[in-house]
């Protein structure tokens, strides 16, 4: 039977730290304290673990504060540190209401146990749930969900046999004399893909082709086309020249004044 992997504090993030036990996580913290950057990371980590969990360290002898907290539902540690800190309390935060849920910790749930939170959601059913709830629950599961006379509901074959041979989970809720039935069935999981970020090769090769076939096309048309195209241009060039700017007019036909008055003197 493979082992299951010990995770690291390294490797927690805010979502798979939902997964993880207080013993866990104690055994993580304490192994994690002997690691030469902890000091430096220790806010990181503590940033992602609050999230899910409530901790307090405390001295072990100091049998008051030990009761105090078991009573709170808080699991005991030892966890080594200088001084009187000797032990760790870790409390996982639990999942009552259907408002607590999210987009992290309802991956840790199955059909049964989100079902139990609407059944507690004081008779709402799920149209009467906030949308935002229904987007998180939506999220994991497939969800549908069907009002109909009770004889209807329970006929044989009918909708709740058929939806319960699919995989889905029921919740009936009474609505006088009908049923709100809600059905849960978990999505399946899809593995996030790594992006594979050499196809920049690949374009940049063809960039390269495209320009190598370009200077091709260049190459192959006939010299004489490119001499008429210089020859054009010269041409054009020697129109500009020629073509008296509007300034040389009027300097023209002051001089040719500045003549005829020499003449009649």
Excluded at 12 to 23: F, P, Q, R
Excluded at 212 to 220: F, G, I, K, Q, S
Excluded at 226 to 249: G, R, S
Aim: with cysteine.
């Amino acid at each position: 039977m493979k082992e299951k992997h010990q995770m690291t504090l390294d490797e927690l993030t805010k979502g798979n730290v939902w997964s993880i036990s207080e013993s866990e996580l104690a055994y993580m913290l304490v192994e994690g304290k002997k690691e030469e950057d902890y000091a430096e990371m220790e806010s990181h980590y503590m940033n992602i673990i609050r999230t899910v969990f409530d901790i307090k360290y405390l001295d072990r002898t100091d049998e008051d504060a030990v009761a105090k907290l078991e009573n709170q539902h808080y699991e005991i540690f030892s966890y080594p540190s200088e001084g009187e800190v000797d032990a760790v309390a870790i409390r996982k935060h639990s999942i009552k209401k259907i408002t607590d849920l999210t987009l992290e910790n309802i991956q840790h749930l199955d059909a049964t146990e989100v079902l139990e939170l609407i059944k507690h959601n004081m008779g709402t059913g799920w149209k009467g749930l906030p949308l935002s709830i229904q987007d998180i629950i939506e999220s994991v599961f497939f969800v549908d969900c069907s009002t109909l006379p009770e004889k209807v509901m329970h006929r044989e074959g009918g909708i709740i046999d058929r939806r319960q041979e699919d995989g889905y989970e029921v919740l009936e809720i009474e609505r006088g004399g009908w049923i709100e039935a809600i059905f849960l069935k978990p999505k399946p999981k899809i593995e996030k893909v790594k992006m594979d970020f050499s196809i920049k090769d690949d374009d940049e090769d063809l960039e390269q082709n495209d320009n190598e076939e370009e200077d091709e096309d260049l190459d192959d048309l006939p010299e004489e086309e490119n001499e008429n195209d210089n020859d054009e241009d010269d041409d054009e060039l020697d129109l500009e020249n020629a073509t008296p700017e509007i300034e040389d007019i009027e300097t023209i036909e002051e001089v040719e004044d500045d003549d005829e008055e020499d003449v009649v003197n």
